[in-house]
Every structure is written in structure tokens, then in C-alpha cells.
């Protein structure tokens, strides 16, 4: 009989048993440490509706998405991002609940997201959305989350490098510049394109204090201090010079925390989100050259549902995650004792009670159900399991020996 060719759509996998664990050991530890943070776990649908989303972010997302059309014929769309659908949760289901409103979740994301997720069209996602603070103190309570989160995984050499939108956002919309023009200044920057930076200001029709300033953003990467004293020396608006000085206060209170060496800035940064207002930041490792997380401030977002309410947060990747401490070989999962335990041709149980027995003492405990000693060796070895276990004609709990 000829077997039948089977493929998985382009972007999707399968995941076998090894990353299953893997995913599940990570995903844990993540959790974990949302909820001591004081973070609290909400889930949002797999389906939302296309109107859900604004016009710019359909502008900017819409071709990545995918589509399905409801039986009423409405467009809906597979969740391609978490912070939309928690923000309409928060409007028109949480409004009373206690704020500040620190809330977590794990989700599957569907979309094509080269910046996030290579050529998958689905990945998961950890993170976290914060409501209700409008100060630098919110920027930095999530991303002190993301790098003790990281920490708590047992990544090495890993960054986080952190941007201030306002300040590109400022110059953009308080010019008269072309579509056009702002997608080759946007390209440019995110691409640290000095050179083409320099050559398409020249060509702009903007007063020389702007035309430093978006020649110098690019440029502004690297130690804190250093970038913000350079940043200081430009030619800035009140406006963005009020941001810079935001920027500085979330650095001290990371640096305050201990966590000063896992931090860097680039003022040049810019993000495919377009709902980000202020601080923006995204990880890295050196180990691995794709980004592990994303995050920052969407004050803006939540009038899109009738409500004013400051918000951050960040999203880790945790196909990238996994990646990464593979690569450093930190993927160190506890092991657990395995025991296969017979079953008797009668009086099981007693079976019954050493399961329970053995389970509750921590172990793996599998029930033996092949009865042909030689099939039981080869599944003992390929599961690799610890001990094969059996009852005595006394009720004794004693190793099996072929």
C-alpha cells in the first residue's frame, strides 16, 4: 500500500516529547515567577474578531494575519498578538478589579513575524501587561521582571536594550514628512544605516537642530550613562528631553535593583508595534542573534476601548527561549525516578496502593503492561526507566528480575 505524503503547513511544527518538556519545564519557571512577582494568569480567546484591532495596526499587521469568516459571515482572525485582546478584556471586564492590575499570561500567537519568530506563523508567548502606573516606575518593575525571569531560567550573557519611542515619534509627527519618507527614516533606523540616515536627511525638509538630532539617534546605543550624557548634548525639544530624562530614571532604578550590568540603551530603536508611546526594549543573548523578548509602554492603547489607563509590558518568545539555553547547555531539567511497576494476575490492589504510595513520594510511576519478559527489557531500555518493580506472594514491594 503506498503511504501517503504528509506535511504540516509552512511556519508550524510538531513538538515532540523532548521539547514538550522542555517547553512545559520553562514555562513553569516563567509562571512561577510572574506569580511571585504578584502578576495574576488571564487567558484570552484563540479567535477575535478583525475589527478588534485599529485601523493603524491593521494598516501596519493586517497582510500577517490570518483570517477565517464566521458563520454570520464577520471576519475573524487567529490571535496575532496578546496585549490587544488583555486590553479589551481589561475594558469591559476589569475595570473595578484593584489597580495597579499586574497581569501574565501563555498564549499561542499566530502571525508571520520575521522580527519575533523567524518564518513561524505560530509561537507561544510569556508575558506580562501592567495597568495603572504612569511613571517610570511601571517601565521599570516589568523589565526588572524580564531580566529576573531570564535569570531564573539560568540564561547566560543575555541584554536587555532599551529604546525611548517619543523621542523618533516626536520628530515624525510634528513634521510634514511624506509616507514615504517616514518609512525609509523608520527602515534605516532599525537597521542602524548611518550612512543612508545621513544622505535621506539631507534631503528633508526640516529645520537643522531636527536634522541632528535624526542623524545622532541611530548612533545612541550602547553603556546608559554614556548614551544619555551624549543625548543630552543634542539639540532636543522640551518634550524629548523630558523622555530622555525618563529613560534615565528607569536605568537608575534597574541599576538600584542590582541588575544594572543587564542593561543597555539604543535612543535609535524602533518597533513594528505601533502602539508603543514611550519606552520600548527588547533581549537578547550573545549566543543566539534573534530576539527573546519585546516589550513597552502602550499608554494609548486602551481608548481604542473607551479607557484611559497607563499600561506596559513585554512578551517573551519561548521557541527562541528554548534556543538559547540549548545552545548554552543550561537546559538542565530535574530528573525524576521512573518505576515500572507489574501488575499481578490477581490481588492488584495492592498495585493500586504502591502506585499511589510511590507517586505521592515523587516518582514517575508507570504500570507494566506487557506480560512477554523479553518485549518488557527492550521497553524498560528504550524508556530508559529506573526500576522494574513487583510484588511478592508475601506483598512485599521487591525488584523485578527477568
Known sequence: MKSRKVLVPEGVQDLLIDDCIYRRHIENILMENFFRAGYMEVSTPTLEYYDLFSKDYLTHNGDKMFKLIDTNG???????????????????????????????????????????????????????????????????????????????????????????????????????????????????????????????????????????????????????????????????????????????????MIEDYGLGQYISLDLGMVTSMKYYSGIIFKGFTRDLGAVLLSGGRYDRLMEDFGMECPSTGFAFIINKITKALKIQENLNIKKTKHILLLLEEEGNERVANEVERLRLEGNIVEIGLLMDKKALEVYRERRKIDEVMEIDKEGELKLWKP
Request: hydrophobic fraction near 40%; proline fraction near 4%; charged fraction near 30%.
Open 74 to 252: 464577520g471576519i475573524l482572525v487567529l490571535r496575532p498578538d496578546c496585549t490587544i485582546p488583555i486590553a479589551r478584556m481589561v475594558a469591559t471586564k476589569m475595570k473595578d478589579f484593584v489597580y495597579p492590575l499586574k497581569l501574565c499570561y501563555v498564549e499561542n500567537v499566530f502571525r508571520i513575524d520575521e522580527e519575533q519568530a523567524g518564518k513561524k506563523r505560530e509561537f507561544r508567548q510569556a508575558g506580562v501587561e501592567l495597568f495603572g502606573v504612569d511613571s517610570y516606575r511601571g517601565d521599570g518593575e516589568v523589565i526588572i521582571t524580564a531580566i529576573e525571569s531570564l535569570r531564573s531560567l539560568g540564561l547566560e550573557n543575555f541584554q536587555i536594550d532599551i529604546g525611548q519611542i517619543k523621542l523618533l515619534k516626536g520628530i515624525l509627527e510634528t513634521h510634514q514628512l511624506a509616507p514615504k519618507e517616514k518609512e525609509a527614516i523608520l527602515h534605516h533606523m532599525e537597521n542602524k544605516s548611518f550612512i543612508e540616515v545621513d544622505r535621506l536627511v539631507e534631503t528633508l525638509a526640516i529645520d537643522g537642530a531636527t536634522q541632528q538630532v535624526l542623524r545622532a539617534l541611530p548612533r545612541l546605543f550602547g553603556e546608559p550613562q554614556e548614551v544619555l550624557r551624549e543625548a543630552k548634548d543634542l539639540p532636543l525639544t522640551e518634550a524629548m528631553l523630558e523622555a530622555v530624562h525618563g529613560v534615565e530614571k528607569v536605568c537608575r
